[in-house]
């Protein structure tokens, strides 16, 4: 059997630099002309109402730009963007596409674009009791091009490949990927790709993130791409470069014993630029305190009287993008005071402690899970799914807990703001000229 070859190109030109990275790993090999082409990026989220950060979060436009021309001049015709972001994060769809300057994409080349959320998903059988629901549009292209960002993922370590095709899943599938037990999210998202004709996988490294997998993390310029028709090899190349082996990294463990995949570098065949000169850790995690009270920055800031229980990868991405915005709402509410002997639950199996005065349920989950629990003294439910962050604030005034908003559109000012005079951050990386 021939080792799957894995190219790692150092970017200079896009252009030139993705026609490298496709000629050394072949990449086109498996295409052919008339193939249904569904080009698979990643928009975790983004956000019209407040400053956004795209760095290391969403696949450059530059490099799906540079793919679909590409693409065009080799022949390919039946080229489609598509992706399926939660639907209460993007409800202007037509607007993201258009920020991105995909629509330019479609009037040059008549790329189709497409917003699965809009379209029908398939109930799609695994095998094992394991169902879930895909987008019909990737179920019937021939050929997939997934395109992720090369970042951290603070449930997961990395967010590379394999998981970037969990945007092809429904709401509630993407809900049931973050199980516990057989159904924990490392068992989960790697079979996804089992119904997917992927054929080629390009991990965007112009960025890279840590602390992923949203604009919370701090971004760094790498000006990388990996490229690979083997899904698997080039997640591995990926996790190696962020500092993570395979055999460090869950879901590849759980992926390589299913599909009989090695997790040995040296038995994959790099072209390109080697994987020591570019590999560097990039922390996936946040610190939190020994005890399990809270972020360690709020330990630091001495605030008391509070147990925030930390995230564990039950929580799902709706709840997950307001997990930090909730915690800089509740930083906001300490006035040097203690918090009322509060406790924040969240997520599928944490339950709430005894020894607790107020219990707050963060998102439905947690409403659900701790209903008839018996340590709860005073219940604070905050259903959604995920939570409304206004709704949190006027609920928590009720019980006394003062939490200013505006202290988190100052946070997202901050988040946007940092990079401004940071040289090689581009925000034109996300237009299309």
Same mark, same amino acid.
């Given at each position: 059997m021939a080792r799957a070859s894995v190219s790692i190109v150092k970017v200079t030109d896009i252009y030139e630099s993705l026609q490298e990275s496709l000629k050394l790993s072949d990449g086109l090999a498996g295409l052919n002309i008339n193939d249904r082409i569904l080009i698979k990026p990643n928009i975790v989220s983004w956000d019209f109402d407040l400053p956004f950060p795209p760095y290391g979060v969403v696949t450059t436009s530059v490099v799906i730009k540079a793919l679909v021309r590409i693409l065009a001049e080799h022949g390919f015709r039946d080229l489609t963007i598509g992706e399926g972001a939660l639907p209460m994060l993007n409800p202007q769809w037509d607007a993201v596409y258009e920020a991105l300057g995909y629509m330019k994409l479609q009037e040059r080349y008549g790329v189709k674009l497409v917003d699965f959320n809009q379209g029908e998903f398939i109930p799609t059988d695994y095998g094992d009791g394991f169902r879930l629901e895909i987008a019909k549009q990737a179920l019937e292209a021939d050929k997939i091009i997934n395109v992720p960002v090369l970042k951290t993922h603070n449930q997961a370590k990395v967010s590379l490949g394999i998981k970037n095709l969990k945007g092809c899943l429904n709401k509630k599938s993407k809900q049931s990927c973050h199980g516990v037990g057989d159904e924990e999210l490392s068992l989960t998202f790697p079979r996804i790709i089992e119904k997917l004709p992927v054929a080629l996988t390009i991990i965007d490294g112009l960025y890279t993130l840590e602390k992923g997998p949203g604009p919370t993390g701090k971004a760094f310029r790498k000006d990388l791409l990996i490229a690979s028709r083997d899904p698997f090899a080039c997640d591995l +190349? #990926? =996790?190696?470069?962020? #500092? *993570?082996? =395979?055999?460090?990294v869950a879901y590849l463990t759980n992926y390589a014993k299913r599909h009989g995949y090695? @997790?040995?570098?040296a038995d994959y065949e790099l072209r390109g630029e080697s994987v020591a000169d570019h590999q560097e850790f990039v922390t996936y995690d946040w610190e939190w305190s020994e005890e399990d009270t809270g972020p360690a920055g709020f330990e630091k800031r001495g605030i008391t009287g509070l147990a925030i229980r930390k995230y564990d990868s039950? %929580? !799902?991405? #709706? !709840?997950? +993008?307001? *997990?930090?915005? @909730? %915690?800089i709402l509740l930083s906001s509410a300490f006035k040097g005071k203690p918090f009322p002997n509060v406790e924040v639950v969240s997520g599928k199996q944490q339950i709430a402690a005894t020894g607790f005065d107020n219990s707050v349920l963060f998102g439905k989950c947690a409403c659900h899970l701790n209903k008839n629990n018996v340590n709860v003294k005073k219940a604070i439910p905050l259903w959604g799914c995920p939570p409304d962050l206004k709704k949190f604030v006027e609920v928590l005034a009720k019980e006394g807990i003062e939490c200013d908003y505006n202290e988190y559109v100052r946070f997202r000012h901050y988040l946007?703001?940092?990079y401004k005079e940071n040289e090689g951050f581009k925000l034109a990386d996300w237009s299309v000229e």
């Amino acid at each position: 059997m021939a080792r799957a070859s894995v190219s790692i190109v150092k970017v200079t030109d896009i252009y030139e630099s993705l026609q490298e990275s496709l000629k050394l790993s072949d990449g086109l090999a498996g295409l052919n002309i008339n193939d249904r082409i569904l080009i698979k990026p990643n928009i975790v989220s983004w956000d019209f109402d407040l400053p956004f950060p795209p760095y290391g979060v969403v696949t450059t436009s530059v490099v799906i730009k540079a793919l679909v021309r590409i693409l065009a001049e080799h022949g390919f015709r039946d080229l489609t963007i598509g992706e399926g972001a939660l639907p209460m994060l993007n409800p202007q769809w037509d607007a993201v596409y258009e920020a991105l300057g995909y629509m330019k994409l479609q009037e040059r080349y008549g790329v189709k674009l497409v917003d699965f959320n809009q379209g029908e998903f398939i109930p799609t059988d695994y095998g094992d009791g394991f169902r879930l629901e895909i987008a019909k549009q990737a179920l019937e292209a021939d050929k997939i091009i997934n395109v992720p960002v090369l970042k951290t993922h603070n449930q997961a370590k990395v967010s590379l490949g394999i998981k970037n095709l969990k945007g092809c899943l429904n709401k509630k599938s993407k809900q049931s990927c973050h199980g516990v037990g057989d159904e924990e999210l490392s068992l989960t998202f790697p079979r996804i790709i089992e119904k997917l004709p992927v054929a080629l996988t390009i991990i965007d490294g112009l960025y890279t993130l840590e602390k992923g997998p949203g604009p919370t993390g701090k971004a760094f310029r790498k000006d990388l791409l990996i490229a690979s028709r083997d899904p698997f090899a080039c997640d591995l +190349v #990926g =996790a190696e470069i962020l #500092g *993570y082996p =395979a055999k460090e990294v869950a879901y590849l463990t759980n992926y390589a014993k299913r599909h009989g995949y090695s @997790m040995e570098l040296a038995d994959y065949e790099l072209r390109g630029e080697s994987v020591a000169d570019h590999q560097e850790f990039v922390t996936y995690d946040w610190e939190w305190s020994e005890e399990d009270t809270g972020p360690a920055g709020f330990e630091k800031r001495g605030i008391t009287g509070l147990a925030i229980r930390k995230y564990d990868s039950s %929580l !799902c991405t #709706g !709840c997950s +993008v307001q *997990y930090n915005p @909730m %915690l800089i709402l509740l930083s906001s509410a300490f006035k040097g005071k203690p918090f009322p002997n509060v406790e924040v639950v969240s997520g599928k199996q944490q339950i709430a402690a005894t020894g607790f005065d107020n219990s707050v349920l963060f998102g439905k989950c947690a409403c659900h899970l701790n209903k008839n629990n018996v340590n709860v003294k005073k219940a604070i439910p905050l259903w959604g799914c995920p939570p409304d962050l206004k709704k949190f604030v006027e609920v928590l005034a009720k019980e006394g807990i003062e939490c200013d908003y505006n202290e988190y559109v100052r946070f997202r000012h901050y988040l946007f703001d940092r990079y401004k005079e940071n040289e090689g951050f581009k925000l034109a990386d996300w237009s299309v000229e």
